[in-house]
């Protein structure tokens, strides 16, 4: 099966890239901020990835083509809804296992650039936390604290943008996949996250999003990298995208 035209012919969302899709089906799609990897209730199908009915306990959308049955896309892995970047789909409901397998054994190398307010202090560049999420009618909401699971974050690499404000542009990869994880973790830090309505400076995100007209998340996920293994085989795995928020 040809799985790379397929993956261009599915009915994305708005704004959704088919950035790459290997020989047995694993494909990585580039979401806008706002569009989310799932509906999480009824009336949200529309701003979801695909433009069609998603089941929550399999975990897979299912696309009709044709008068056949329909095709399964499988989601692999989520992103906020306000994050823009990478996420990975599977055409092939046999690769489900595998990957998820090779997220276990933190085979899945992803990472982010986040554009912040201000400057990180220099130190250790291992973050270290823990988290805590409370579930409400009104959604997620996560919190660092005792008690809560450990997430780690490794910062790679800084980058000055000079203002007012001054801002910087952090590449940042995740060493586990917690609740709004690197939202959190630098708003704790003293360096929110331009655009973050949740755990952002308010102020200023008002402030930005008038100067400069940026009044999303900027969060993105620039790169993703896996190995799994499928028929035996041992495969490799590589997606890349551009993080454009402002011109430096």
């Known amino acids: 099966m040809d799985y790379s035209s397929l993956a261009k012919s599915l009915p994305w969302a708005k704004g959704v890239r088919v950035v790459v899709c290997d020989a047995n089906g694993l494909l990585a799609v580039e979401k806008p901020s706002g569009v989310m990897s799932h509906p999480n209730k009824r009336g949200e199908?529309?701003?979801?990835?695909?433009?069609?009915?998603?089941?929550?306990?399999?975990?897979?959308?299912?696309?009709?083509?044709?008068?056949?049955?329909?095709?399964?896309?499988?989601?692999?892995?989520?992103?906020?809804?306000?994050?823009?970047?990478?996420?990975?789909?599977?055409?092939?409901?046999?690769?489900?296992?595998?990957?998820?397998?090779?997220?276990?054994?933190?085979?899945?190398?992803?990472?982010?650039?986040?554009?912040?307010?201000?400057?990180?202090?220099?130190?250790?560049?291992?973050?270290?936390?823990?988290?805590?999420?409370?579930?409400?009618?009104?959604?997620?909401?996560?919190?660092?604290?005792?008690?809560?699971?450990g997430a780690e974050t490794k910062l790679v690499g800084v980058k000055p943008i000079p203002g007012p404000p001054l801002l910087s542009l952090l590449t940042l990869m995740p060493l586990t996949g917690r609740t709004h994880q690197l939202r959190i973790q630098t708003s704790k830090r003293g360096i929110p996250i331009v655009g973050d309505r949740t755990y952002g400076d308010f102020q200023k995100n008002k402030q930005i999003a008038k100067a400069r007209g940026l009044k999303q998340l900027c969060l993105h996920c620039v790169k993703v990298e896996l190995e799994y293994i499928h028929r035996g085989r041992k495969n490799s795995f590589k997606a890349s995208s551009a993080a454009v928020f402002i011109q430096a």
């Open 45 to 149: 199908e529309r701003r979801a990835l695909l433009n069609a009915p998603y089941d929550m306990d399999a975990e897979v959308f299912r696309v009709s083509i044709g008068e056949g049955d329909p095709i399964e896309v499988t989601l692999l892995n989520r992103l906020d809804g306000a994050t823009s970047g990478l996420v990975l789909l599977s055409l092939n409901r046999d690769l489900r296992d595998p990957v998820l397998k090779a997220f276990e054994l933190k085979k899945v190398r992803k990472t982010y650039e986040a554009l912040v307010f201000g400057m990180p202090r220099r130190g250790a560049p291992l973050w270290k936390d823990r988290l805590k999420v409370t579930k409400s009618e009104g959604g997620v909401r996560a919190s660092a604290g005792g008690g809560g699971l």
